[in-house]
């Protein structure tokens, strides 16, 4: 699909949801071109068979992993301290995400999928900004989907239960991560810092299934094995975002195939990004000591 002969030599790349599917092949990809790979999920069995598979695969010993639940805040909020640990971050890969997630709320008191797609990588990446900029020319890379087209954001009922259907939620998050990634294109201009979406389109061999009703899960099974595409394909998507010289200088946009794709037509609206950042700030109750701005 998309291939990039840069090397990652000397930059660090976070990347979340990386024991497994897209995730994984992604950071056995950036860590192949000789970049320090920290890879993060809540599995920590996982995560040791991920980290360890990979130094083996690509001879890299820099790779690790870290502790990392988007379900809870608490969790985020702690993976964030530790990884203002690192001298650097070129590179954070928000790539973890779940469909068919049960309806309830978190501990937060968030909806388990809105959190999961959104609100968890929303808190990791505010907490990370100033790591990025400070490490500047780096990069923020999203993941998004075509659901994002008919989605809705209510304000007032977004974290609501037995609302939305699962491809509603899912929906939701997928337009929020849209919008959050244009506010941040808005607010990081002239930093050096890039913030792009990718749609990974639909994808066989892992298990964004898991958690769907069993008759949905086997029908949608046929129709991902018709028109999926592999995910190593996937995998080297973000590793073309992720490294090559161009997209450096780009930011604001939304990819799929590797190519600039049709962003949601609200992206471009700056009144309604910038409520949304605002009102995530809100309901993730970024206080003072948070608050970079």
């Given at each position: 699909?998309?291939n ?9 790349v ?96 968030l ?50 239960i ?16 849209a919008?959050?990634t ?25 298990d964004?299934?898991?958690n ?17 595409q ?37 992206t ?12 995530t ?7 003072a000591?948070?608050d970079?701005?």
């Amino acid at each position: 699909m998309c291939n990039t002969n840069s090397r990652l030599d000397g930059k660090t790349v976070v990347i979340t949801g990386g024991s497994s599917g897209i995730g994984f092949e992604a950071a056995k990809h950036i860590a192949h071109k000789g970049a320090k790979v920290i890879i993060a999920s809540r599995n920590e069995t996982k995560l040791i068979r991920a980290r360890d598979r990979i130094q083996q695969v690509t001879k890299n010993p820099n790779v690790s992993y870290k502790l990392l639940d988007l379900a809870s805040l608490k969790s985020v909020r702690n993976f964030a301290s530790d990884i203002q640990s690192e001298d650097k971050l070129d590179v954070l890969i928000n790539n973890a995400g779940a469909v068919g997630l049960s309806d309830r709320l978190t501990e937060d008191g968030l909806n388990l999928t809105m959190q999961v797609n959104y609100f968890g990588s929303f808190l990791l990446t505010y907490l990370l900004l100033p790591l990025l900029t400070k490490s500047a020319p780096s990069r923020i890379i999203n993941s998004s989907a075509s659901s994002m087209y008919v989605g809705h954001l209510d304000y007032d009922h977004w974290n609501d239960i037995g609302r939305y259907s699962a491809v509603e939620v899912l929906a939701n998050s997928k337009l929020a991560v849209a919008l959050f990634t244009a506010e941040l294109d808005n607010i990081l201009k002239d930093t050096g810092v890039t913030a792009n979406t990718f749609d990974p389109f639909v994808v066989r061999d892992t298990d964004i299934l898991d958690n769907v009703p069993e008759l949905v899960r086997n029908v949608s099974q046929i129709f991902v094995n018709l028109v999926g595409q592999p995910k190593e394909d996937v995998a080297k998507e973000i590793l073309f975002l992720a490294a090559d010289p161009e997209i450096g200088r780009i930011s604001g946009v939304h990819y799929k195939f590797c190519r600039e794709w049709i962003n949601h037509w609200l992206t471009y609206d700056t009144e309604i990004t910038k409520d949304l950042w605002n009102q995530t700030r809100k309901i993730l109750n970024i206080t003072a000591n948070l608050d970079w701005e």
